[in-house]
């Protein structure tokens, strides 16, 4: 009977707690509506504790090729789902309407940011840049200038090598966390058509972009 007694007594105790002790902060409903994100583009402004900080540095080696139809890039970011973010850095030719006229250059960045919706189309894009080391910086925001909630983010580099030859670079950061250097994987698409043949490992048009790497740092 003492035992029983006893763990009455405990029972009690941890229901109603001491005297004068503050009561159990509440459990948060489980059954609160989650938060809808846009389909396409992320937008949605984080909570406090939520909102990434620090920033992002996409880094490759860039060669500058000769003739037409080629050294077309495209820099740009989406969340873990493929959701289209924000882009860095686009050449000037393809994204004030080249594209419509060379449907091959830099295509998937064209559809992944359904590029006729971009209000200011100018501030994201340049020449052709000269050989060397490239660095385009993400601030962790998103197209309407809103910062990004701490998450898993992927980065992508597309080239247009020459005609319907391309390349694309794609790799993951978690943002959020400490700090963390990524080198991106790299899928060469050789394809002829009549006005190239398909290019191969060996071509010069091979090394237009190479060594893609991004660094994290909070």
């Avoid at 809808?36 to 060669?63: H, K, M, N, W």
């Amino acid at each position: 009977m003492k035992i029983y007694a006893a763990i009455a007594f405990i029972l009690l105790f941890t229901l109603t707690g001491c005297a004068g002790s503050d009561p159990p902060p509440e459990t948060p409903s489980a059954s609160a509506a989650p938060i809808e994100l846009p389909s396409r583009v992320l937008s949605d402004t984080p909570s406090a504790q939520s909102v990434a900080t620090g920033e992002v540095t996409i880094a490759f080696d860039y060669q500058n090729q000769s003739g037409h139809a080629s050294n077309q890039f495209a820099v740009w970011i989406e969340d873990a789902d493929g959701r289209y973010v924000k882009t860095l850095y686009a050449t000037r030719f393809t994204a004030n309407g080249g594209y419509k006229n060379r449907p091959d250059s830099i295509p998937v960045w064209v559809e992944k940011t359904g590029l006729a919706d971009i209000e200011n189309v100018d501030a994201i894009t340049g020449a052709t840049p000269k050989s060397g080391t490239l660095v385009y910086t993400w601030d962790l925001t998103g197209v309407d200038g809103a910062p990004v909630p701490a998450s898993t983010y992927h980065f992508f580099v597309e080239g247009s090598l020459r005609w319907k030859n391309r390349v694309l670079y794609t790799g993951a950061l978690k943002i959020g966390g400490g700090a963390a250097t990524v080198e991106a994987e790299a899928r060469f698409i050789y394809e002829a058509s009549p006005d190239q043949p398909a290019l191969n490992d060996d071509s010069p048009e091979h090394d237009m972009i190479g060594a893609v790497m991004a660094v994290y740092t909070p």
